[in-house]
């Protein structure tokens, strides 16, 4: 297998995969029509550099050869992986995958970032593209959710963790896979209780930051609550606090319209909370922070701590290990 990898889309996300790729010594071809993409895709890139290398304690591969090709044509082909990641239009990503088909490789891996779609959607015309959705920064955070075909998401995952990523297989196609369901629980709340006055969108984070986020990073959300439980566990802490699902204290169900006042509302309160750091001011003390947290996870192996040891034993010479 050539370890070159085309990148379809050059924003945020799809900046981020080529970053992932690049610095474990993949070559990336890279399309994107935007004038600014190489810019954008440098300042990511720098990031990705400053920060993915303090994971590990063991030299990670040269790094890999950045092209921007004029077309997706020439992008795709003789890759070993295609990502998508253009904007999240249905209509768009079937004209961008249809071309994707007719020139890349027949056993390249087709991935689509969507954080929406399902691949019955993304193939509704023809078509064999899977689901790799990441999330941001995608150089460091990793985990990428794999939906679709077995055999094709199979060597996807065997792909994903040679560049120190966490697939995650999801069991059924479901609207917005998994983790973006979670988070969307969280943002809907959150936006009620901002619009009722109840906390401002810096009281929200502090609320997530100082508390069940710390536990979140090593324990998740079960394995917290089994905790929870004390010495009877699981079962206990459900007999104990499963009633209460039953009380209104929750929105869940219903979202506040975004109304402009609404949009001015949080605009203006997350200017106030961090409108002092430019975004990639805010971008490095982020990374910063990840880095130090996972490496703190490395010493237990907990989280994705224990992805970075595997990872790291790969990148080791073979004498060494």
């Given at each position: 297998?050539?370890?070159?990898?085309?990148?379809?889309?050059?924003?945020?996300?799809?900046?981020?995969?080529?970053?992932?790729?690049?610095?474990?010594?993949?070559?990336?071809?890279?399309?994107?029509?935007?004038?600014?993409?190489?810019?954008?895709?440098?300042?990511?890139?720098?990031?990705?550099?400053?920060?993915?290398?303090?994971?590990?304690?063991?030299?990670?591969?040269?790094?890999?050869?950045?092209?921007?090709?004029?077309?997706?044509?020439?992008?795709?082909?003789?890759?070993?992986?295609?990502?998508?990641?253009?904007?999240?239009?249905?209509?768009?990503?079937?004209?961008?995958?249809?071309?994707?088909?007719?020139?890349?490789?027949?056993?390249?891996?087709?991935?689509?970032?969507?954080?929406?779609?399902?691949?019955?959607?993304?193939?509704?015309?023809?078509?064999?593209?899977?689901?790799?959705?990441?999330?941001?920064?995608?150089?460091?955070?990793?985990?990428?959710?794999?939906?679709?075909?077995?055999?094709?998401?199979?060597?996807?995952?065997?792909?994903?963790?040679?560049?120190?990523?966490?697939?995650?297989?999801?069991?059924?196609?479901?609207?917005?896979?998994?983790?973006?369901?979670?988070?969307?629980?969280?943002?809907?709340?959150?936006?009620?209780?901002?619009?009722?006055?109840?906390?401002?969108?810096?009281?929200?984070?502090?609320?997530?930051?100082?508390?069940?986020?710390?536990?979140?990073?090593?324990?998740?959300?079960?394995?917290?609550?089994?905790?929870?439980g004390g010495e009877a566990g699981m079962r206990h802490f459900m007999a104990q606090f499963g009633p209460a699902l039953a009380w209104p204290w929750t929105k869940l169900m219903d979202v506040p319209e975004f109304t402009d006042e609404l949009v001015d509302?949080?605009?203006?309160?997350?200017?106030?909370?961090?409108?002092?750091?430019?975004?990639?001011?805010?971008?490095?003390?982020?990374?910063?922070?990840?880095?130090?947290?996972?490496?703190?996870?490395?010493?237990?192996?907990?989280?994705?701590?224990?992805?970075?040891?595997?990872?790291?034993?790969?990148?080791?010479?073979?004498?060494?290990?």
């Open positions: 297998m050539s370890k070159k990898a085309a990148i379809v889309g050059g924003g945020v996300i799809g900046g981020g995969w080529a970053a992932r790729f690049l610095l474990n010594g993949w070559d990336v071809a890279l399309f994107d029509p935007d004038p600014e993409a190489e810019r954008k895709i440098d300042e990511v890139l720098s990031n990705a550099r400053r920060s993915l290398p303090a994971l590990y304690d063991q030299a990670m591969p040269d790094e890999g050869r950045l092209t921007f090709r004029g077309s997706l044509a020439e992008a795709v082909a003789g890759v070993s992986w295609v990502q998508e990641s253009v904007p999240e239009r249905l209509d768009l990503k079937h004209k961008v995958f249809a071309q994707i088909e007719k020139s890349a490789p027949a056993d390249a891996v087709l991935g689509s970032s969507t954080s929406g779609f399902k691949p019955s959607e993304l193939n509704a015309q023809g078509g064999r593209a899977i689901v790799a959705h990441p999330f941001n920064p995608v150089y460091l955070l990793p985990l990428v959710e794999l939906v679709g075909d077995a055999a094709e998401t199979g060597r996807a995952a065997d792909i994903l963790r040679g560049i120190g990523m966490f697939p995650l297989t999801v069991r059924k196609e479901i609207d917005a896979h998994i983790a973006d369901r979670l988070l969307e629980a969280v943002w809907r709340e959150s936006l009620w209780l901002v619009k009722d006055g109840v906390a401002t969108t810096e009281e929200i984070d502090e609320a997530i930051r100082m508390g069940f986020g710390l536990r979140w990073a090593q324990m998740g959300l079960f394995e917290t609550y089994r905790i929870a509302l949080i605009s203006d309160q997350s200017d106030a909370q961090s409108g002092h750091m430019s975004i990639r001011a805010l971008e490095r003390l982020r990374d910063d922070n990840l880095v130090g947290i996972m490496r703190v996870l490395k010493a237990s192996g907990s989280g994705a701590g224990g992805v970075i040891n595997k990872h790291e034993a790969a990148l080791r010479p073979e004498k060494l290990r």
